[in-house]
């Protein structure tokens, strides 16, 4: 079963919108002053953390077994999630495969593409979505309704 061209769409709309407010967001800051670029490893702060859910699709024309055989060959639980970055939640969603929320600074967003692409990939099909907490907000929206 392939991606369709929307899906792809999504992914790549996704991507766009995580640039676009990056690049807002650290634009207000080169103007009053130049900002160090961030550390690698930074921890995520309120100013620099993005969230990132990750939906891990099953190859499902090969059965399971084979599947982690794979991800085991290519070190996919060794390297993932990197040392540093909070797991917000992890889920197994029946007939589609895992989906796992992140939490991380925004200078290791490459980090965690690259050790999909290196590890994840075969045994699975992979989207990104940025995501951001907004629990405390809805909530207030919802007391103030009452």
Not at 26 to 48: F, K
Not at 74 to 84: E, L, R
Not at 97 to 120: D, F, W
């Amino acid at each position: 079963m392939s991606r369709g061209k929307g899906s792809r769409t999504g992914s790549w709309m996704a991507l766009a919108v995580l640039a676009g407010a990056l690049a807002f967001s650290s634009g207000v800051a080169a103007q009053t002053a130049p900002t160090p670029a961030p550390a690698e490893n930074a921890a995520p702060t309120a100013d620099n953390a993005v969230m990132l859910t990750v939906f891990l699709k099953h190859d499902q024309s090969r059965p399971l077994s084979e599947l982690n055989a794979q991800l085991e060959r290519q070190g996919f639980y060794k390297a993932f999630p990197p040392a540093g970055i909070e797991v917000v939640s992890w889920y197994v969603m029946m007939g589609v495969g895992q989906v796992v929320t992140l939490r991380l600074p925004a200078s290791r967003l490459r980090e965690v593409n690259r050790i999909m692409e290196n590890s994840a990939w075969g045994s699975y099909r992979t989207e990104f979505y940025p995501t951001y907490d907004y629990k405390a907000i809805g909530m207030a929206n919802h007391d103030k309704a009452k």
